[in-house]
Each structure stands twice: as structure tokens, then as C-alpha cells.
């Protein structure tokens, strides 16, 4: 069975830093572009980064470009994400996605979702 | 970056009946190359992760019931439940993933009447 297992999230003040993990199992990491996805509280989805397979891209969403930083262990079968320079816009539950592929290897989407960890940012 | 608009934000629809849910993208989703509409929808119920249920535009994933469908190309697109179900209430959201920044749409709540 398919599982990720988010941790590190908490209560950080405005400048701080966090460190997010995301535990796979089920599968191996190594095959899959991963990705973090938020979602503050009672509002939508957003995109936060993306990485693939090998660790050799990592992509961006604008508002965390330059604070945040995607990484994988591919040995561990972990994703991490790294958040610094924390804002209050940043508070939000954070998701580890797997971003599935079709018989020809094309993304088609996220395919399976952890439970989420809560980080809030506040003084 | 591509927005992606949803309509309505908020839908309730009789157990039995269709519902629809609209997606507009302000730039096309549909690669040339292989005809294909970068297109994803997600049902997201209360204290849950988002759910896959259609990819390409019209492409269900496995295990999604058939009333669920998915339509459109290039801007627009239409999620189409044809027979609502009490379990089918939760959160649609559309996800274009033609291009990164990867967008959501805003999403619809859909409830019974």
C-alpha cells in the first residue's frame, strides 16, 4: 500500500525556520517526480515545488522561491522541505504528493496525498 | 502563469441529479504534440487530502466511479457527475499541470440540496 507520512510541522515565529519530511512507503521514491503542495486554512490548494527523480530539477512556486528548498533522499525514501525566512502567508497544511505518470511517462497529475502537516507562523 | 477559474464556488444539487462544475484556464492546456490536455480534477471531502479523479481532461483514474466524467479541451473543461451520490458532497478543484507554476483553480463546495 501506497503511503506518505508528513512530520516536522509547528508553531514557528515570522524569520523562522522548518524543516519538513515526508516518509514514503509502498513504492520507491526513486521512480516519481515528488512535490509539496499547501493548503492554508479553509482556503484551496496551492503548488509549492516540485523535484525530480534524480534530485537534478527542482521547480518554484514564486511566493516561496529563494526561501524554501525541495530535496530528496532517494536511499532514505524520504522527500524534505526546507522553510526558512517563515511569513504569516506561509501558514497552511503542508502535503506530500507524488506526481504519477502514464504508460508513456507523462505527468498526469498527483496521485497520492499524505494526511498534510500544519505549520503556522506567529508571533 | 496560467489561472485557472472555477464556477461555481459553491453548487448543492439534489441526490440523483447531475451536477456540473466549470474550469476556465487563461492559456490553453492542450500540447500540440500529443493532443493532450494537461488537465487534472480533485474531490477533496473534509479533513482529507485531495483525491485524483480525472487526468488528461477525460481520463478517469482507476477505481473512480463511471459518474464521474471530465470534458473540454484547450481552455475550457467540464466536470460532470451524472447521478449525485450523499458521498459524492466535498470540494472540486481543477489542476492544470501543462507548466510549472502548476495551478489550481479556486474550487467548487458541492452540497445536497
Known amino acids: 500500500e501506497v503511503q506518505l507520512v508528513e512530520s516536522g510541522g509547528g508553531l514557528v515565529q515570522p524569520g523562522g525556520s522548518l524543516r519538513l519530511s515526508c516518509a514514503a512507503s509502498g513504492f520507491t521514491i526513486s521512480d516519481y517526480w515528488m512535490s509539496w503542495v499547501r493548503q492554508a486554512p479553509g482556503k484551496g490548494l496551492e503548488w509549492v515545488a516540485n523535484i525530480k527523480q534524480d534530485g537534478s530539477e527542482k521547480y518554484y512556486a514564486d511566493s516561496v522561491k529563494g526561501r524554501f528548498t525541495i530535496s530528496r533522499d532517494n536511499a532514505k525514501n524520504s522527500l524534505y522541505l526546507q522553510m526558512n525566512s517563515l511569513r504569516a502567508e506561509d501558514t497552511a497544511l503542508y502535503y506530500c504528493?507524488?506526481?504519477?505518470?502514464?504508460?508513456?511517462?507523462?505527468?498526469?497529475?498527483?496521485?497520492?496525498w499524505g494526511q498534510g502537516t500544519l505549520v503556522t507562523v506567529s508571533s | 502563469d496560467f489561472v485557472m477559474t472555477q464556477s461555481p464556488d459553491s453548487l448543492a444539487v439534489s441526490l440523483g441529479e447531475r451536477a456540473t462544475i466549470n474550469c476556465k484556464s487563461s492559456q490553453s492546456v492542450l500540447y500540440n504534440s500529443n493532443n493532450k490536455n494537461y488537465l487534472a480534477w480533485y474531490q477533496q471531502k473534509p479533513g482529507q487530502p485531495p483525491k485524483l479523479l480525472i487526468y488528461?481532461?477525460?481520463t478517469r483514474e482507476s477505481g473512480v466511479p463511471d459518474r464521474f466524467s471530465g470534458s473540454g479541451s484547450g481552455t475550457d473543461f467540464t466536470l460532470t457527475i451524472s447521478s449525485l451520490q450523499a458521498e459524492d458532497v466535498a470540494a472540486y478543484y481543477c489542476?492544470?499541470?501543462?507548466?510549472?507554476?502548476?495551478?489550481f483553480g479556486q474550487g467548487t463546495k458541492l452540497e445536497i440540496k
Open positions: 504528493a507524488r506526481l504519477s505518470t502514464d504508460r508513456l511517462r507523462s505527468v498526469v497529475g498527483f496521485d497520492y
Open positions: 488528461w481532461a477525460s
Open positions: 489542476h492544470q499541470y501543462y507548466t510549472t507554476p502548476y495551478t
